[in-house]
C-alpha cells in the first residue's frame, strides 16, 4: 500500500481513551495507529474544561484541570481542546454543540486536507460543519448506535444526524445493515461504503485453552461459557443467565463467565440468586486490555444475546482465538457469524433456543485454526486498513475533481465577461 499525501484530522469525542474511560474505542486507537503507516494523522479528543478555582474544591475537577492540552498515543499527535461541561447536563445535543465549537477552536492548531468523525453525533457532525467551514471534505464513520438509537430520541437529533449524513463527503459503515439505516435517513447510497471494524490478528492469536484457563484462573476441567463487554441492557444478558440455567441443570461441568462492568451489574446478580446459579456465574469485572486475548482463548463458546449491535468487534476477537461464537441475529451480526461455520445464531429471545444452540456449539468438534483464518481473510486491520485508504483517496480525487472543475468553469466566465466588454 502506498503512503496517501493527506493529512486526516480525526474527531473521536468518546471513541478514543479519555478522561472517563481510558480504555475507551480501543479498536478506534488500533485503526488509527495501522494507518498512520500511510498518511498523517491528527486524533482530537475533548476534555472539560475547568473554571478557574474550581479545581481547588473538588479532587475530580482537579484531575480534569491537571489533563494535558496534547499528547502521544499509539505513536499518533493527539489534541485535547476544552468543551464545556454542564454538571448533570450531558445531552447528545449538548456534546454536540460543546464538541463543535471546541474542535473548531482546536483547527487553528492543526494542519489537515480532510475531517473525520468516529460517529454521527456529535463528531461527524463536528466534521462535517467544520469541514464546509473551512472548504475540506469530511468523512463520518457509523458505529452503530448513532444510527438505530439516538435519532429517534428526539426530533432534533434526527433532523442534525440526516443532515450530518446528507452533507458529507463519504460514509464509511461497518455493516450492510448499518448501511441500509443510513440511507433510510437520507443518505446517498452512492456516498456509502461497509468496511468493517478490523482486529490485531498478532495480538488476538492462538493459546492452547487449558493453558489459557489456568492463567485466568478458571478450572481447566469445567467448559466456560464467556460474555466480554459492558453489563449494560442493551446486550440482553438476562437471556443469557436464563439460558445458562437450562443448561447446568444437564451439564454440571458448564459455567459462565462475565468479564466486564456496569449500570446492570446488580441486576444481574440478583437474577443470579434467583435462578439458584451462584457458584456457577462468575464476575470478574473489567479486565487490562492486555488480558482480554487470554480470557478469549478460555472460553470455549463466546456468547452475545444483545437487543441491538452495529458489528460487535467482540466476536472477530473471540473467533481470531479459535474460540467460536453464539450470538442473536440482530444488527450486522449475521455478516459476522456464518451460521454452523463459525458458530450458531439465535433467532429469538427464547432462552430454550440460546441454550440449544450454545449445546451444540460445547459438543462441536471446532477446528481452531480454520476459525482464525476465517477472520484473518476478512477483518485483519491489514485488509481493513487498505479499503480505509481507498476510500480517502477516492474522496480526495473526487473534491479535487470538483475544485478543478469549478477553476474552470470560473475562467471560462471570466473569459467569456472579458470577450463581452470589448465587444
Not at 503512503?3 to 488509527?32: C, D, I, W
Not at 448533570?88 to 460543546?98: A, D, H, L, R, Y
Not at 472477530?316 to 440482530?330: I, N
Not at 450486522?332 to 456449539?361: F, T, W, Y
Given at each position: 500500500?502506498?503512503?496517501?499525501?493527506?493529512?486526516?484530522?480525526?474527531?473521536?469525542?468518546?471513541?478514543?481513551?479519555?478522561?472517563?474511560?481510558?480504555?475507551?474505542?480501543?479498536?478506534?486507537?488500533?485503526?488509527?495507529?495501522?494507518?498512520?503507516?500511510?498518511?498523517?494523522?491528527?486524533?482530537?479528543?475533548?476534555?472539560?474544561?475547568?473554571?478557574?478555582?474550581?479545581?481547588?474544591?473538588?479532587?475530580?475537577?482537579?484531575?480534569?484541570?491537571?489533563?494535558?492540552?496534547?499528547?502521544?498515543?499509539?505513536?499518533?499527535?493527539?489534541?485535547?481542546?476544552?468543551?464545556?461541561?454542564?454538571?448533570?447536563?450531558?445531552?447528545?445535543?449538548?456534546?454536540?454543540?460543546?464538541?463543535?465549537?471546541?474542535?473548531?477552536?482546536?483547527?487553528?492548531?492543526?494542519?489537515?486536507?480532510?475531517?473525520?468523525?468516529?460517529?454521527?453525533?456529535?463528531?461527524?457532525?463536528?466534521?462535517?460543519?467544520?469541514?464546509?467551514?473551512?472548504?475540506?471534505?469530511?468523512?463520518?464513520?457509523?458505529?452503530?448506535?448513532?444510527?438505530?438509537?439516538?435519532?429517534?430520541?428526539?426530533?432534533?437529533?434526527?433532523?442534525?444526524?440526516?443532515?450530518?449524513?446528507?452533507?458529507?463527503?463519504?460514509?464509511?459503515?461497518?455493516?450492510?445493515?448499518?448501511?441500509?439505516?443510513?440511507?433510510?435517513?437520507?443518505?446517498?447510497?452512492?456516498?456509502?461504503?461497509?468496511?468493517?471494524?478490523?482486529?490485531?490478528?498478532?495480538?488476538?492469536?492462538?493459546?492452547?485453552?487449558?493453558?489459557?484457563?489456568?492463567?485466568?484462573?478458571?478450572?481447566?476441567?469445567?467448559?466456560?461459557?464467556?460474555?466480554?463487554?459492558?453489563?449494560?441492557?442493551?446486550?440482553?444478558?438476562d437471556l443469557l443467565l436464563e439460558a445458562t440455567a437450562l443448561l447446568v441443570q444437564q451439564h454440571r461441568d458448564v459455567e459462565l463467565v462475565f468479564v466486564g462492568d456496569g449500570a446492570e451489574r446488580e441486576v444481574l446478580q440478583r437474577q443470579v440468586n434467583k435462578l439458584g446459579l451462584n457458584?456457577?456465574?462468575?464476575?470478574?469485572?473489567?479486565?487490562?486490555?492486555?488480558?482480554?486475548?487470554?480470557?478469549?482463548?478460555?472460553?470455549?463458546?463466546?456468547?452475545?444475546?444483545?437487543?441491538?449491535?452495529?458489528?460487535?468487534?467482540?466476536?472477530?476477537?473471540?473467533?481470531?482465538?479459535?474460540?467460536?461464537?453464539?450470538?442473536?441475529?440482530?444488527?450486522?451480526?449475521?455478516?459476522?457469524?456464518?451460521?454452523?461455520?463459525?458458530?450458531?445464531?439465535?433467532?429469538?429471545?427464547?432462552?430454550?433456543?440460546?441454550?440449544?444452540?450454545?449445546?451444540?456449539?460445547?459438543?462441536?468438534?471446532?477446528?481452531?485454526?480454520?476459525?482464525?483464518?476465517?477472520?484473518?481473510?476478512?477483518?485483519?486491520?491489514?485488509?481493513?486498513?487498505?479499503?480505509?485508504?481507498?476510500?480517502?483517496?477516492?474522496?480526495?480525487?473526487?473534491?479535487?475533481?470538483?475544485?478543478?472543475?469549478?477553476h474552470a468553469r470560473d475562467e471560462g466566465r471570466k473569459k467569456r465577461n472579458s470577450g463581452t466588454e470589448k465587444r
Amino acid at each position: 500500500m502506498r503512503k496517501l499525501t493527506m493529512r486526516l484530522l480525526v474527531f473521536a469525542s468518546h471513541l478514543f481513551p479519555n478522561y472517563k474511560n481510558p480504555y475507551a474505542g480501543s479498536f478506534v486507537v488500533e485503526q488509527v495507529r495501522h494507518l498512520k503507516k500511510f498518511c498523517d494523522i491528527t486524533v482530537c479528543v475533548p476534555h472539560p474544561w475547568v473554571p478557574p478555582l474550581v479545581d481547588k474544591f473538588s479532587a475530580r475537577w482537579r484531575r480534569y484541570a491537571q489533563l494535558p492540552k496534547e499528547e502521544v498515543v499509539a505513536g499518533v499527535r493527539v489534541l485535547h481542546p476544552r468543551r464545556l461541561v454542564i454538571p448533570k447536563v450531558n445531552s447528545w445535543m449538548w456534546m454536540t454543540f460543546s464538541v463543535t465549537l471546541c474542535c473548531w477552536r482546536a483547527l487553528s492548531s492543526a494542519d489537515f486536507d480532510m475531517l473525520e468523525g468516529q460517529f454521527v453525533l456529535p463528531d461527524g457532525f463536528a466534521a462535517v460543519f467544520l469541514g464546509r467551514r473551512w472548504n475540506k471534505p469530511s468523512v463520518i464513520h457509523v458505529r452503530g448506535t448513532d444510527v438505530h438509537t439516538i435519532p429517534y430520541l428526539s426530533p432534533l437529533l434526527k433532523r442534525l444526524t440526516v443532515w450530518a449524513l446528507k452533507e458529507a463527503k463519504a460514509i464509511r459503515t461497518v455493516s450492510q445493515d448499518l448501511a441500509r439505516r443510513c440511507a433510510e435517513l437520507g443518505a446517498d447510497p452512492c456516498k456509502v461504503r461497509v468496511i468493517p471494524n478490523g482486529i490485531d490478528i498478532h495480538r488476538f492469536t492462538l493459546i492452547p485453552r487449558r493453558e489459557a484457563k489456568e492463567r485466568v484462573g478458571l478450572n481447566p476441567e469445567r467448559r466456560h461459557l464467556l460474555y466480554v463487554g459492558r453489563l449494560v441492557a442493551v446486550k440482553g444478558l438476562d437471556l443469557l443467565l436464563e439460558a445458562t440455567a437450562l443448561l447446568v441443570q444437564q451439564h454440571r461441568d458448564v459455567e459462565l463467565v462475565f468479564v466486564g462492568d456496569g449500570a446492570e451489574r446488580e441486576v444481574l446478580q440478583r437474577q443470579v440468586n434467583k435462578l439458584g446459579l451462584n457458584g456457577r456465574v462468575h464476575f470478574v469485572g473489567v479486565q487490562p486490555h492486555d488480558c482480554i486475548p487470554v480470557w478469549m482463548n478460555a472460553g470455549d463458546v463466546l456468547c452475545l444475546p444483545s437487543h441491538r449491535e452495529g458489528l460487535p468487534t467482540v466476536l472477530l476477537e473471540a473467533l481470531a482465538c479459535g474460540t467460536p461464537v453464539v450470538a442473536t441475529a440482530v444488527g450486522g451480526i449475521p455478516e459476522v457469524v456464518a451460521d454452523r461455520q463459525v458458530g450458531r445464531l439465535v433467532h429469538s429471545r427464547n432462552p430454550k433456543e440460546m441454550a440449544a444452540c450454545i449445546e451444540e456449539v460445547l459438543e462441536a468438534q471446532w477446528d481452531r485454526q480454520q476459525l482464525r483464518d476465517y477472520v484473518e481473510e476478512r477483518f485483519s486491520f491489514e485488509v481493513v486498513t487498505k479499503e480505509l485508504l481507498e476510500m480517502y483517496g477516492s474522496v480526495m480525487r473526487n473534491c479535487s475533481s470538483s475544485v478543478n472543475h469549478e477553476h474552470a468553469r470560473d475562467e471560462g466566465r471570466k473569459k467569456r465577461n472579458s470577450g463581452t466588454e470589448k465587444r
